[in-house]
């Protein structure tokens, strides 16, 4: 299949990197089995266009607007990995976390290794939700993705409580250094915030209620469109599926089985 609206990087870096905004989401990786395919797709659904990423042959970079939205890595066959979509925490050192997410529970998948400009490692918390961390050099153009904020992250697990001690513990959450991200337990639900901003949120319920076992603890990677209605139907074109839609919200999963979230932009 053809790679329509890939472009070259032009070379240009940011000196953004991970000991500046130490324990936030700073990237969303999708791993794949076929790089042209899930760009054929994503271009479609989301209008992404493409371009190489400093990383290799393997990695693009998707683009919406000429902003950077999430990087696209082919190497699920590779590593062995299932195909899904990951949000990634930026930390002073991949590992040092890896060891404090054993040390808590969790474990390591992948990693850490080097990835030049950086070292990342793929993980997994004591409820079997996966994340990635990345120390070093952020992507081109970061502070542009952060501010666009084109994609958000909500951990769905079992105790919102919990899991928010186990990621504090583990990405250094509420602590003394100066940066670090800021944690607001609100309404049930535990918020990241960033510079002031709200990066991401932790949800399992009513606080009342005792955690569901029933529930499969995952990180949830939504991206922000004009709107979810055209993306809904041209996913299914595509090969797609749709596992919940609403008026301004709708889960979809890609033909390799990769669930995501678009969320209109558009106010109710």
């Known amino acids: 299949m053809k790679n329509h609206g890939t472009t070259h990087s032009s070379g240009a870096t940011d000196a953004v990197s ?3 905004v130490f324990g ?3 990237w969303v990786s999708l791993s794949s089995r076929d790089l042209d395919a899930t760009q054929d797709f994503y271009g ?6 493409w371009r190489t990423a400093r990383l290799g042959d393997r990695f693009r970079t998707a683009l919406a607007d000429g902003v950077p939205v999430a990087g ?6 590779a ?19 890896a060891a404090r997410v054993r040390e808590r529970g969790g474990t390591v998948a992948v990693g850490p290794i080097s990835f030049p400009p950086g070292r990342a490692a793929l993980l997994a918390d004591r409820d079997g939700a996966r994340f990635g961390v990345w120390q070093g050099q952020l992507v081109t153009e970061w502070e542009a993705w952060r501010q666009a904020a084109p994609t958000f992250i909500t951990l769905h697990t079992r105790d919102a409580f919990d899991a928010a001690i186990f990621y504090g513990g583990v990405l250094d ?18 918020l990241l915030r960033s510079r002031g901003d709200v990066v ?3 949800e399992s ?11 499969r603890p995952h990180w949830q990677v939504h991206f922000a469109v004009a709107d979810v209605g055209p993306c809904v139907r041209t996913a299914g074109k595509y090969g797609g599926s749709v596992l919940a839609e609403g008026r301004r919200e709708a889960v979809l999963r890609d033909p390799d089985g990769a669930q995501f979230t678009v969320t209109s932009r558009r106010q109710p």
């Not at 195909?83 to 930026?90: I, K, R, S």
């Open 18 to 20: 991970t000991r500046s």
């Open 24 to 26: 936030a989401p700073c």
């Open 44 to 49: 479609a659904v989301l209008g992404w266009r």
């Open 72 to 77: 696209i890595a082919e190497m699920a066959t």
């Open 79 to 97: 590593w062995q990995m299932a195909v899904a979509w990951t949000p990634y925490f930026a930390v002073a050192n991949a590992d040092e976390t």
């Open 173 to 190: 959450w509420a602590s003394d250094p100066p940066g670090c991200c800021e944690v607001e337990y609100a309404g049930g639900e535990v």
């Open 200 to 202: 991401a949120r932790i």
């Open 205 to 215: 319920g009513s606080v009342e209620t005792p955690p569901d076992p029933s529930v």
